[in-house]
């Protein structure tokens, strides 16, 4: 059994699944929140375009969420 490609194929589908943001905008979400720091980040993993630039509910550096796939997809390798 392939442990990384099921962790990392069971992120995907979690992210898919949420595509549309928390805050109601009905936006896809484009953006992760990785900073345990964060308020929001056990609230809002993940959010649109809106609450990125005008809510500053995420105050921190910006990551897209493709840039994470690609991030967890390396880390994965490298540990193979
Ligand atoms: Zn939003
Ligand atoms: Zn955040």
């Not at 796939?69 to 994965?76: A, N, P």
């Amino acid at each position: 059994m392939n442990l990384s490609y099921t962790v990392s194929t069971a992120l995907k589908k979690e992210y898919t699944c949420r595509d549309v943001c928390s805050c109601g905008s009905n936006l896809q979400v484009e953006n992760i929140c990785k900073d345990t720091e964060c308020p929001n980040h056990e609230t809002q993993r993940l959010y649109c375009k809106t609450c990125r630039k005008q809510n500053k509910k995420h105050v921190h550096e910006i990551e897209e969420i493709s840039d994470a796939f690609t991030e967890i997809d390396q880390k994965w390798s490298s540990l193979r």
